[in-house]
């Protein structure tokens, strides 16, 4: 039997989150939408992410912070424990970048070795 789970993150800003899904070229709404999961059962969320089998993938704000929702038993475009990694991954390069900007910090270089990121910065 297929069900809704939901996976605590430490994403807590809309704008790094949409971000970091641009990064990985995956189309998003946002609002209240509902997702889809097994036999047709809907959850509501603030950001939807559809897969090419047809079940959702969604974000939903609680608390402080966003949650990832989804059937994981039949979403099969990726693995949850991946699609999370991946997805605070890019969220964490962008709110690196922003923090550092903010405090007067260019990014002179940007060098990338796998999956990590090795920033040279100036401060302006």
Same mark, same amino acid.
Request: charge should be positive; charged fraction near 35%; glycine fraction near 6%.
């Given at each position: ?5 939901? %996976?605590?993150?430490?994403? %807590? ?8 899904? @641009? ?64 997805? @605070? ?27 990590? %990121? ?7």
């Amino acid at each position: 039997m297929s069900h809704f789970t939901r %996976v605590k993150t430490k994403i %807590v800003e809309l704008l790094y989150l949409k971000r970091a899904l @641009s990064d990985l070229n995956l189309q998003f709404e946002e609002g209240k939408v509902k997702i889809r999961g097994y036999m047709g059962k809907k959850t509501s969320v603030d950001l939807r992410i559809r897969t090419p089998e047809g079940y959702d993938v969604g974000f939903v704000k609680v608390g402080d912070s966003y949650e990832v929702v989804a059937d994981w038993d039949m979403v099969r475009t990726f693995s949850k424990e991946a699609f999370v990694k991946e997805v @605070s991954r890019h969220y964490a390069y962008h709110v690196v970048k922003d923090q550092l900007e903010v405090q007067d910090f260019k990014v002179v270089e940007e060098r990338r070795q796998g999956q990590a %990121v090795s920033l040279t910065l100036r401060r302006m």
